[in-house]
């Protein structure tokens, strides 16, 4: 299966015309460098709009899709319950991980939601918004995502 990424960024003043898509922009240049990034799109924090790009992507089959804002506290950071209704299974760990190698830098990361799950071959991260903490959270995960893609796809033989 090739290697595809969708980049989605939520953001209020983004969907808006208001605010640089700085966190976006890092990410598909990132996942360039591993991935063919198919697709990209800035939507309003809001739920059904998410949920809406996220389930057109899984249905194109892109393989990695990698959310970037609303992961806070905030009434509008609602990317956690969008992911939440498309995923069939959330992977924790790399929530967890995430949270945890950046706590050390920012303590303010024990307040993030950040959330990561499957659907079918499709594998969702949802990072925060931050240029910084999405570079810092997706390096954290990075090394361990061609595996959850292959288990996805169902190579799930392991070498000696």
Request: glycine letters at 10%; one cysteine or more; aromatic letters at 4%.
């Amino acid at each position: 299966m090739e290697r595809t990424a969708g980049v989605l960024t939520a953001s209020d003043a983004g969907a808006r015309g208001e605010r640089a898509d700085t966190s976006g922009d890092w990410l598909a240049q990132r996942l360039a460098t591993a991935y063919t990034v198919v697709a990209r799109a800035v939507v309003p924090d809001a739920v059904d709009a998410i949920e809406a790009v996220l389930r057109e992507w899984v249905d194109r089959g892109i393989r990695l899709i990698v959310i970037t804002g609303g992961t806070g506290l905030g009434p509008r950071d609602v990317t956690p319950e969008a992911v939440r209704r498309v995923i069939t299974r959330e992977v924790p760990g790399l929530a967890e991980a995430m949270r945890a190698k950046t706590w050390d830098r920012t303590p303010q990361a024990m307040l993030s939601r950040q959330v990561a799950g499957a659907v079918g071959a499709t594998l969702i991260l949802a990072l925060p918004g931050s240029p910084r903490a999405v570079q810092e959270c997706l390096e954290v995960v990075w090394p361990v995502l061609p595996h959850a893609l292959d288990l996805l796809a169902g190579h799930t033989r392991h070498g000696p």
